[in-house]
Every structure is written in C-alpha cells, then in structure tokens.
C-alpha cells in the first residue's frame, strides 16, 4: 500500500520498462509521466532526474522485477542523487536473493550475493574460480538461455558433490526448488527442458568436505606434480586413478593448495 500511495503522490515514474509499467499503473489506475531508465541510458537519465529533482520535483524510481539498483537499473542513478544532496527514500519490495534463501532450508552462516556472472564461459569460469576460497553460500542470478552452461561450469570448478538449490520462477505459477549436487543439477536441467525456463536464483552450498582426512603423501606429490600443468578436475582425476585415492578427498585438496 506504500508503493501505491507513493507513485500516486510523485510527480514522475522512472522505469525500466515504461511499456511495462505502464501497465501496472494503468492496473491501479494511476496516470503519471514515464521516464525510461535502463542499461543502456541510466548515466544519461540519471543527469535528467537530477535536475527534475532539484527543480523541486518528487521521482519513483521504478524496475520491472525485484529491487531497483540489485542487478537492476539503479545503482548509477542513486549514487549521482547522493553525490549530489538529493534524498533517496529505499521502499521495501520483493527481493529474489532473499525470498529464495528464506524457503531454501540452506543453514549456513551468512551468504555472498554476486547477481550474474558474465555470459562469456572464459570469463564467467575465471570469477567462479576466484569465489572457491569463499566459505559462505554463494548466490546468483542467472537467466534461462544460459542455465546450462552455468550449471556446467559450476560443476566444473566446484566439483561434483557441491551442493546448490535453483529456484526458478519465484511467486509465480511454476515456482520450482530443486536441491541436489551439482552433477545431479546438471542432469535433471537437460533430462526436462521445462526446468530450463524462466529467471533462476542459484545458491551454491558451503564446501561441506573441509573435515575429510588428509590424502597420502604419494598421493599430494601426484597431485601437485599434474596440477602444474593439468585444469583441476583432469589432476584430480588421474591422480584418483593412479593412488586410488577418492575423488572427493583429492578435489577439497586440489582447492586449497590452489588458493594457499
């Protein structure tokens, strides 16, 4: 009801998605001057809003899913308003990272909120690799034409027996929660391509393995000798198959000695 008296009183709406909001203003019969603020405009309009707002005006700042600036348009435009005096008045609303952590059942002190990784796989690999040393629940965002690929890079990094949740669709209809491993993750994306659809928060688990006894002495030299040379997971997988030492035990090593 805050919302609503809020964008019934301000003399404009920035949106994301004018078309998009119009609609729901529309919906609650409010009629206001729109103003497009996206990616691809929001230095530009943050320069107009500022003006408008120093002339004496009242602005909602508006997105069309979420929370403003939370990997959304925002975050430019606030911090010219502030670097300038202007008041800026948050209005709690729907947040995915948080809505989905609380029906997570994830028990972990603490979490670190990246929002999306970068559409490139080189790229997107490289961040996923510096967050291995993180020792709280990552989160992200990612969308659905990219899903699978994300899950397999994960899986690639993190091992095979990480933990992560993917909600997709959150307050919708097809709200899902699926908490597995991420090499079952992977295989119940590509097994029903309808689990592929819609916007996805990702919550990669803690590393549980911390307490596994140490690897042989044989077994760290390999492991170090390969990992010279060889992507993590292919060191670990031949040093398995040359001291028969586990997998599990060798990866949890592999990504310490790595970040030390």
Known sequence: MRALDVLKAVDAVAAEDTRHTATLLTHFGISKKL?????????????????????GECIALVTDAGTPAISDPGAIVVDVLRESGVNVVPIPGPSAVITALSASGIKSNGFLFYGFLPSSGSQRRKILEKLIVQEFTLVFYEAPHRIVECISDMLQIFGESRRITIVRELTKTFETY???????ALIWLKNDSNQQRGE??????????QDLPPISSEAERTLKILLTDLPLKQAVKLTSEITSEKKNILYEFALKYKNE
């Open 178 to 184: 699926h908490r597995s491993t991420l090499d079952e």
């Open 200 to 209: 996805f928060v990702l919550m990669l688990e803690p590393d549980i393995l």
């Open 35 to 55: 103003i497009a603020v996206h990616q691809h405009n929001e230095q530009q309009s943050a320069k107009v809003l500022l003006e408008r707002l120093q002339s």
